[in-house]
């Protein structure tokens, strides 16, 4: 059965880090981060290709959250650096084909996991 789970949310503070993990039960092609907040829709955050050759970012992330890959592990990592509290959102973790920013173009996603930044 094909799985993502997610970890490493939490509560941390207006400029601090927090690094995300996403395990993979399965060979992803593509993986890619978006998260939620309340009463909002769901934002793409990260993407990349399992290869290692494209990767895409929102523009409200670039520069401060990097996504990486451990492929032996099929592990997807996203580390955040100068969390802002708008960053306060479910952070979860999809499987697809493409490095879109579109959430129906994934096919798998994890359950999620709360990263709260506090001001």
């Known amino acids: 059965q094909a799985q993502l789970v997610e970890s490493g949310g939490g509560l941390v503070q207006a400029g601090g880090s927090l690094r995300l993990s996403c395990a993979a039960s399965?060979?992803?092609?593509?993986m890619a981060w978006f998260r939620q907040a309340p009463g909002k829709e769901r934002e793409f955050v990260a993407a990349l290709r399992r290869s290692g050759d494209g990767t895409n970012y929102a523009d409200s992330v670039k520069g401060r959250f990097t996504i990486s890959s451990d492929n032996a592990k099929n592990t997807v990592y996203l580390q955040m650096n100068s969390l802002k509290p708008e960053d306060t959102a479910v952070y979860l973790c999809a499987a697809g084909w493409h490095t879109s920013a579109r959430p129906y173009d994934y096919a798998y996603w994890g359950q999620g996991t709360q990263v709260t930044v506090s001001s």
């Open positions: 399965f060979t992803y092609y593509t």
